[in-house]
């Protein structure tokens, strides 16, 4: 087998636990985003257009449906002979098996499945932000400063800089000091959680700081501090563009609508940089005579007769006659029965909205959110709906 | 499926009067409904049939064809074994291509002999249903029957060409012409024949050993007497797709909620070669009503009684009724455009005013500025 020059491991294990309902039975980044996405379809797409063809997903929590949509990496060009996709979940060894206890400790027990393909760079991203980036530039950036850890970094509002993890850089990219989510920010150059390592430094610290017992064996919080206490090379990558995490309710529904302007910040139009996702196999959507449809996102397969005003339609929804959604987001398959009115809602992947059913009102700035295969009757009696 | 059985979509010689829409492409290939291709039909049925081996007879312009299907992957014919055969003409002669089908089925006779399979179905690709083949297999052993013809029994005018059947009580076809006989029937083939494959090539053997070489016109109506050749009344949506007039029309069907229901999910899905195109963006200023919109459409204007296929852009004041645009089609500001069809890349420049009727609308030929 070939030697790899750069190969990419992918974190998605994450819970989402503050996504609520929507992650009960799904990790996070197999959530839905942009009526027909999924979150982890954004870095998965990354890798196919930065030509990595080798990417071990990492998952942990809830990895059923996760594991079922990856299927062997096809939509992703990565169903390759050589290198493709793996999914690697935590696996029982000759000592024993233990979950991955923290970001870096995942890594550490997968190095036999790095060391296979004898890589120069390892490239480390979660499956939990929406952004389109090149991971070639950055590997050119990475090379150019000749780095032993390049950490790709995003200008943030200084107002919400607090929330983030920040590096201090000098005039050379050089990073200088890390501020993790302080009271008074000093930077506003927050870390997208996105890293390209010269693997044989990053196999040293791995080894290390599994060997450290105080270590809670995270990158951020750990091995990254670390290498920098041992004065390594470390570099920021400083990246412009779109770049989400949707780990809340509010920031999930705020990057769906953000699809809307008439310039969104995140185009997924771009013919050259497609968002691959697996195909639901609809037919074009039906617009009924008496639908009335603007500034919204209407996916495959769904059948409209209702008013749909700024919201996000994934496939197969189906809207009966006079009903109205505004400002909300459908998942998949989701049926809204006749006269029924969904304004600021996210609602599940299969819920049923019975007639007449009033979700959300305009004067209420919450966000309500119904959960999978919910049944919303008008006494707002839910129970799950029962799959024929 | 329970008995073994292979697929052929027999792409020589069909009725072609679709005028521009084929000046590129053969017959098989011609956009249909949205996002698809004819094809897709017969291939999706036969896999949602559990038909997991079926070659397609290409004949000619059959790189989109080739194109299209690819490895097969999206209608999960791309398998260890069996899977998708493409059998283009195995020719050395130019003047042999325009020979019948059953030629060309002898020409493939290693194919068939090859497969481990009892039956085969044999269709063609501008007959546009979504048909389970299971039943069909049943009634032809329940009815011991040598070869099954599935047919449709309509009486409104199929706009179309298709043959026409005489069956008697028990549904035993006694006669078949040619869409131009005079044969007076409500009932019309669609083209698809199941037959066990001994059967076939014994056919194709006797017939060319007889000089005759089309396995519809020669081998089975010159033996209607001989062979017990059953008709099966298909009951689902149907549209013969192989005139422009039909072509119009079957597409404008699909803007019927039930048709669409009915033909793209039941009994199962359509697939087709797919595209990553993200979900079809309303603008603020859209107006659509009655119309058939896939994705990656970008829609400023105003949209009734239209198809938009994969990637249509509708630019502010621009308003297309009972129209078919393909893919990729920009109708730029304040451009009128009705009773037209638009093949793929077409770009109309501002302030068009561009009509034709529905009993002729307007056809574009692909990547035309207008």
Redesign the interface.
């Given at each position: 087998m070939g030697r790899k020059e750069m190969i990419a491991m992918l974190l998605a294990g994450g819970e989402g636990k503050r996504l609520g309902v929507l992650t009960k039975d799904l990790a996070k980044p197999a959530v839905y985003f942009?009526?027909?996405y999924r979150i982890i379809d954004f870095t998965l797409s990354n890798c196919a257009h930065s030509g990595i063809d080798t990417v071990g997903v990492l998952t942990q929590y809830q990895p059923l449906e996760l594991n079922r949509y990856l299927g062997i990496g096809?939509?992703w060009g990565l169903d390759r002979r050589d290198g493709g996709m793996a999914i690697l979940p935590p696996y029982v060894k000759q000592k024993g098996g233990v979950w991955y206890t923290g970001t870096a400790n995942a890594i550490y027990q997968n190095m036999s499945f790095i060391e296979r393909y004898n890589p120069e760079y390892v490239l480390i991203i979660s499956g939990d932000h929406i952004y389109k980036m090149d991971y070639e530039l950055m590997l050119d950036h990475h090379k150019r400063c000749g780095a032993d850890v390049t950490i790709a970094g995003i200008e943030v509002d200084w107002s919400e800089a607090s929330r983030f993890g920040l590096m201090h850089v000098d005039d050379e990219d050089r990073i200088t000091a890390f501020e993790e989510k302080p009271k008074t920010p000093k930077s506003n150059i927050a870390s997208m959680g996105v890293y390209i390592f010269t693997w044989s430094e990053l196999q040293k610290y791995l080894i290390y700081d599994e060997a450290n017992r105080s270590s809670s064996h995270d990158f951020g919080k750990d091995l990254i501090p670390s290498m920098m206490r041992d004065g390594k090379k470390m570099f920021t990558y400083p990246f412009k563009g779109y770049w989400k995490d949707v780990g809340t309710i509010d920031s999930l529904w705020e990057a769906n609508m953000d699809l809307l302007a008439?310039e969104p910040p995140l185009t997924?139009?771009d013919s050259s940089w497609?968002?691959?996702?697996v195909?639901p196999?609809?037919?074009?959507?039906?617009?009924?005579?008496?639908?009335?449809?603007?500034?919204?996102?209407?996916?495959?397969g769904c059948?409209l007769e209702g008013k749909?005003h700024r919201s996000?339609?994934f496939y197969g929804v189906n809207a009966a006659k006079g009903s109205t959604i505004t400002e909300s987001v459908i998942m998949p398959n989701v049926r809204i029965g006749e006269g029924a009115s969904i304004h600021r809602a996210i609602i599940g992947e299969g819920a049923v909205i019975q007639a007449g059913v009033t979700i959300g009102s305009p004067d209420d700035e919450a966000i309500t959110i119904v959960a999978v295969d919910q049944y919303v009757t008008n006494d707002h009696m839910l129970q799950e709906v029962e799959h024929s | 499926m329970k008995h073994k059985v292979m697929g052929v979509i027999n792409l020589i010689h069909e009725t072609d009067e679709l005028d521009r829409l084929t000046q590129g492409r053969c017959l098989a290939t011609v956009p249909f409904?949205?996002?698809?291709r004819l094809i897709d039909f017969a291939l999706s049925s036969m896999v949602n049939s559990g038909i997991s081996k079926v070659a397609v007879f290409a004949h000619t312009k059959y790189r989109s064809l080739m194109d299209h299907l690819g490895s097969g992957?999206?209608w999960d014919l791309n398998h260890r074994q069996s899977g998708l055969f493409v059998l283009p003409p195995a020719t050395d002669d130019i003047q042999e291509i325009s020979r019948g089908d059953l030629y060309h089925f002898y020409q493939h006779r290693d194919y068939f002999n090859r497969a481990p399979l009892e039956f085969v179905v044999i269709t063609r690709s501008h007959m546009v249903c979504n048909i389970d083949f299971e039943p069909v297999i049943q009634a032809h052993l329940e009815h011991a029957a040598d070869i099954t013809v599935i047919c449709k029994q309509q009486a409104e005018p199929i706009l179309g060409k298709a043959r026409k059947v005489k069956m008697d009580e028990e549904g035993r076809i006694t006669a078949i012409q040619d869409h131009f006989g005079r044969l007076v029937s409500d009932i019309h083939s669609m083209e698809m024949y199941i037959m066990r494959k001994e059967l076939l090539m014994e056919l194709v053997e006797t017939s060319l050993a007889q000089g005759q070489d089309h396995l519809v016109r020669h081998a089975i109506f010159s033996r209607l007497d001989k062979l017990h050749v059953q008709g099966y009344l298909y009951e689902g949506y149907l549209g013969v797709v192989n005139t422009l007039a039909s072509y119009y029309h079957n597409n404008m069907n699909l803007?019927k909620?039930e048709v669409?229901?009915e033909l793209?999910f039941r009994p199962g899905?359509?697939?087709?070669k797919?595209k990553?195109?993200?979900?079809?963006?309303?603008?603020?200023?859209?107006?659509?009503?009655?119309?058939?919109?896939?994705?990656?459409c970008?829609i400023e204007g105003t949209v009734t009684g239209s198809?938009?296929?994969r990637g249509v852009h509708v630019r502010k004041g621009a308003v297309i009724s009972n129209s078919i645009v393909m893919q990729n089609g920009i109708i730029g500001e304040n451009s009128f455009i009705s009773h037209s069809i638009l093949d793929k890349d077409v770009e109309v420049a501002s302030s068009r005013d561009i009509r034709g009727v529905e009993s002729s609308p307007f056809l574009a030929g692909k990547r035309k500025i207008i």
């Amino acid at each position: 087998m070939g030697r790899k020059e750069m190969i990419a491991m992918l974190l998605a294990g994450g819970e989402g636990k503050r996504l609520g309902v929507l992650t009960k039975d799904l990790a996070k980044p197999a959530v839905y985003f942009g009526g027909k996405y999924r979150i982890i379809d954004f870095t998965l797409s990354n890798c196919a257009h930065s030509g990595i063809d080798t990417v071990g997903v990492l998952t942990q929590y809830q990895p059923l449906e996760l594991n079922r949509y990856l299927g062997i990496g096809s939509p992703w060009g990565l169903d390759r002979r050589d290198g493709g996709m793996a999914i690697l979940p935590p696996y029982v060894k000759q000592k024993g098996g233990v979950w991955y206890t923290g970001t870096a400790n995942a890594i550490y027990q997968n190095m036999s499945f790095i060391e296979r393909y004898n890589p120069e760079y390892v490239l480390i991203i979660s499956g939990d932000h929406i952004y389109k980036m090149d991971y070639e530039l950055m590997l050119d950036h990475h090379k150019r400063c000749g780095a032993d850890v390049t950490i790709a970094g995003i200008e943030v509002d200084w107002s919400e800089a607090s929330r983030f993890g920040l590096m201090h850089v000098d005039d050379e990219d050089r990073i200088t000091a890390f501020e993790e989510k302080p009271k008074t920010p000093k930077s506003n150059i927050a870390s997208m959680g996105v890293y390209i390592f010269t693997w044989s430094e990053l196999q040293k610290y791995l080894i290390y700081d599994e060997a450290n017992r105080s270590s809670s064996h995270d990158f951020g919080k750990d091995l990254i501090p670390s290498m920098m206490r041992d004065g390594k090379k470390m570099f920021t990558y400083p990246f412009k563009g779109y770049w989400k995490d949707v780990g809340t309710i509010d920031s999930l529904w705020e990057a769906n609508m953000d699809l809307l302007a008439d310039e969104p910040p995140l185009t997924l139009n771009d013919s050259s940089w497609r968002i691959y996702s697996v195909s639901p196999h609809q037919p074009g959507h039906h617009v009924g005579v008496s639908a009335e449809i603007s500034a919204s996102l209407i996916t495959e397969g769904c059948m409209l007769e209702g008013k749909v005003h700024r919201s996000v339609l994934f496939y197969g929804v189906n809207a009966a006659k006079g009903s109205t959604i505004t400002e909300s987001v459908i998942m998949p398959n989701v049926r809204i029965g006749e006269g029924a009115s969904i304004h600021r809602a996210i609602i599940g992947e299969g819920a049923v909205i019975q007639a007449g059913v009033t979700i959300g009102s305009p004067d209420d700035e919450a966000i309500t959110i119904v959960a999978v295969d919910q049944y919303v009757t008008n006494d707002h009696m839910l129970q799950e709906v029962e799959h024929s | 499926m329970k008995h073994k059985v292979m697929g052929v979509i027999n792409l020589i010689h069909e009725t072609d009067e679709l005028d521009r829409l084929t000046q590129g492409r053969c017959l098989a290939t011609v956009p249909f409904g949205g996002r698809y291709r004819l094809i897709d039909f017969a291939l999706s049925s036969m896999v949602n049939s559990g038909i997991s081996k079926v070659a397609v007879f290409a004949h000619t312009k059959y790189r989109s064809l080739m194109d299209h299907l690819g490895s097969g992957k999206p209608w999960d014919l791309n398998h260890r074994q069996s899977g998708l055969f493409v059998l283009p003409p195995a020719t050395d002669d130019i003047q042999e291509i325009s020979r019948g089908d059953l030629y060309h089925f002898y020409q493939h006779r290693d194919y068939f002999n090859r497969a481990p399979l009892e039956f085969v179905v044999i269709t063609r690709s501008h007959m546009v249903c979504n048909i389970d083949f299971e039943p069909v297999i049943q009634a032809h052993l329940e009815h011991a029957a040598d070869i099954t013809v599935i047919c449709k029994q309509q009486a409104e005018p199929i706009l179309g060409k298709a043959r026409k059947v005489k069956m008697d009580e028990e549904g035993r076809i006694t006669a078949i012409q040619d869409h131009f006989g005079r044969l007076v029937s409500d009932i019309h083939s669609m083209e698809m024949y199941i037959m066990r494959k001994e059967l076939l090539m014994e056919l194709v053997e006797t017939s060319l050993a007889q000089g005759q070489d089309h396995l519809v016109r020669h081998a089975i109506f010159s033996r209607l007497d001989k062979l017990h050749v059953q008709g099966y009344l298909y009951e689902g949506y149907l549209g013969v797709v192989n005139t422009l007039a039909s072509y119009y029309h079957n597409n404008m069907n699909l803007l019927k909620p039930e048709v669409w229901k009915e033909l793209f999910f039941r009994p199962g899905s359509i697939y087709t070669k797919v595209k990553d195109e993200p979900p079809a963006r309303y603008l603020e200023s859209s107006k659509v009503s009655n119309s058939l919109v896939a994705n990656g459409c970008r829609i400023e204007g105003t949209v009734t009684g239209s198809i938009l296929f994969r990637g249509v852009h509708v630019r502010k004041g621009a308003v297309i009724s009972n129209s078919i645009v393909m893919q990729n089609g920009i109708i730029g500001e304040n451009s009128f455009i009705s009773h037209s069809i638009l093949d793929k890349d077409v770009e109309v420049a501002s302030s068009r005013d561009i009509r034709g009727v529905e009993s002729s609308p307007f056809l574009a030929g692909k990547r035309k500025i207008i």
